[in-house]
């Protein structure tokens, strides 16, 4: 049998590069070594490279995503297993440029990447199919803020983030209106562009949805219970939350939340990983965002549902490899 070559892509150019190279080690730990080859490629701002057992870097030709070996001899990839959180590989640009050199990739194209980065327009989008999220303003750098009206129209507390941006970095929670105009600046460090959303009072659940062996299934739903003031990048990476699987909610707001779940993926056109975050206020889940690559490391939260969910990361990953394997170019 001849084996596929899996290149394992990780890394970034945001912050979660490190979360990403965990993840990356997860997936390139876990591929079955019966039926793939498998190679780690890093891809960070400043160079791209193979890494070998022994830790030697080789360059990446980008002309064509091959790699030229000690021995001379060209290794090319029959799929990328793209583990890489934030920019380049959640928000579309790495995948145009697969698309462009014939590369074969996992997860979703790079449409879907593009537009679940996106906020303010993947909210958009599932209003359309009737999925709820919370108000909100929408601001670009330079724009004139109009704080009186900001709080008249969506009420203290109020949320402000950047609206691409991964791993809740630049996020804030207002709670008087002296810290707005701060909480914007934070934020427009991190994009130019910001959402000011409404605050929802309620549970947050974290819901994974993955397409396997030809169906849209919801892996599982995780509670967040965060010692800090909301999910933020210390509770999300550091451990100050608790994440409860499957989350404490009963059976009529599971099924809603199930459905809103697989509703929201099959109206973007989604494939691969994904896990979605909403807000369940009087039983009505509303979506805050879909995050398309998903942490990946033994302690996030899409590996410990399949855990319970019952499917081994190997099937997960392999599962992944082959429907890249399968798609046409």
């Known amino acids: 049998m001849n084996k596929k070559n899996v290149a394992v ?13 965990k993840s990356g080690q997860l997936i390139f730990d876990s591929l079955d070594r019966d039926l793939y080859e498998v190679y780690k490629i890093v891809i960070l701002k400043d160079e791209w490279y193979f890494l070998d057992e022994n830790e030697n870097k080789y360059e990446i030709n980008k002309e064509n995503f091959s790699v030229k070996k000690s021995d001379e001899s060209i290794l090319k990839f029959d799929v990328c297993f793209n583990t890489i959180h934030g920019t380049p590989g959640e928000n579309g640009i790495l995948q145009a440029y697969w698309d462009a050199i014939g590369q074969k990739y996992t997860g979703c194209d790079f449409y879907q990447s593009a537009l679940t980065f996106n906020k303010k327009d993947t909210l958009a989008v599932l209003s359309k199919y009737g999925i709820p999220s919370a108000k909100s303003i929408y601001l670009r750098k330079g724009e004139a803020i ?55 009072d309620g549970m947050e659940v974290s819901v994974g949805v993955i397409d396997f062996k030809g169906e849209t299934i919801v892996l599982g739903i995780t509670e967040i219970v965060p010692q800090n003031e909301f999910f933020d990048y210390e509770a999300k990476y550091e451990g100050a939350s608790e994440e409860i ?70 099937d997960l990953c392999g599962n992944e490899v082959e429907k890249a394997l399968n798609k046409q170019k």
């Not at 892509?9 to 190279?21: A, D, F, I, N, R």
């Not at 056109?269 to 879909?290: D, H, Q």
């Open 9 to 21: 892509v990780m890394g970034g150019y945001s912050e979660e590069y490190k979360v990403s190279l």
């Open 146 to 200: 109009n704080v009186d009206e900001i709080i008249e129209n969506l009420k203290l507390p109020l949320f402000v983030k950047p609206n691409q941006s991964g791993s809740s970095l630049g996020i804030s929670k207002v709670k008087e209106k002296s810290e707005l105009i701060a909480a914007t600046e934070f934020a427009f460090k991190e994009d130019d562009e910001i959402l000011i959303e409404s605050f929802l």
């Open 245 to 314: 699987t499957p989350a404490r909610i009963d059976d009529e707001t599971r099924i809603k939340v199930e459905e809103i779940s697989k509703k929201a993926y099959n109206s973007l056109g989604m494939s691969g990983f994904s896990r979605s975050e909403f807000i369940l206020m009087n039983g009505v889940p509303y979506m805050l965002e879909m995050n398309t690559n998903p942490g990946f490391s033994p302690a996030s939260i899409l590996p410990q549902q399949a855990k319970i969910y019952g499917i081994s990361i190997k």
